[in-house]
Structures are given as C-alpha cells and as structure tokens.
C-alpha cells in the first residue's frame, strides 16, 4: 500500500521543498562581492572585500595570462565569475551604404 499525504500536511511540505530550493541556489550562487561588474567595483569604491591582490608585478612577475586586445578603450572590465569582459573601439572598415 502506497504512504499517503494528508491534504493538511501539503503546504509544510511545499514549503520545506521551498526552502530547500532556495538554500541550494544561495549556496551555489558566488558572494556579490566576489564579481567586479562595474565601474569601481561591486560596492562602488573600489575596494574587493575579498581580494588579495600581489604588491608588485611585472611582464613575468604575478601574470596569470596576458593577451593582446584588439582596439582601444577607456572602459572598465567586467569581471563575472572565471570570465573577463572588455569593451575596445576598432575602426571598421565596412562601408556605411547610405553614404
């Protein structure tokens, strides 16, 4: 014979599935701090309340990877998660057709 759910006992189950379902998607999910999403950084001050950064670097000292960027830019990168955004400017050498 199959165990049967009382009609009462159905929203505390709904609701410890909820709360099940939240912890694991809070704990997966990376601190706010740990991102750098924006100008200054994720409080706007720049400070990363989590980062231990080197003091001194060079070409070969404290790189973990270099790569040449096509363009230029002003624009502060996005850092999410293992992923880095920039935003360069190259000039185009496509052909506006109205002109």
């Known amino acids: 014979m199959k165990p049967r759910i009382e009609r009462h006992h159905l929203p505390v189950l ?3 599935a909820g709360s099940l379902a939240f912890a ?3 704990a997966a999910a990376p601190a706010p701090n740990e991102n750098w999403p ?9 400070v990363a309340p ?3 950064p080197p003091t ?10 270099k790569v040449k960027i ?8 996005i850092i999410w998660d293992n992923r880095v955004f920039i935003q360069t ?11």
């Open 14 to 16: 709904l609701g410890l």
């Open 24 to 26: 694991i998607s809070t």
């Open 38 to 46: 924006q100008w200054r950084g994720p409080l706007q001050n720049g």
């Open 50 to 52: 989590s980062a231990n």
């Open 56 to 65: 001194a670097w060079s070409e070969t000292n404290n790189v973990k990877w």
């Open 70 to 77: 096509p363009g230029s830019g002003q624009a502060t990168p």
């Open 89 to 99: 400017d190259r000039k185009s050498t496509r052909l506006n057709s109205s002109h």
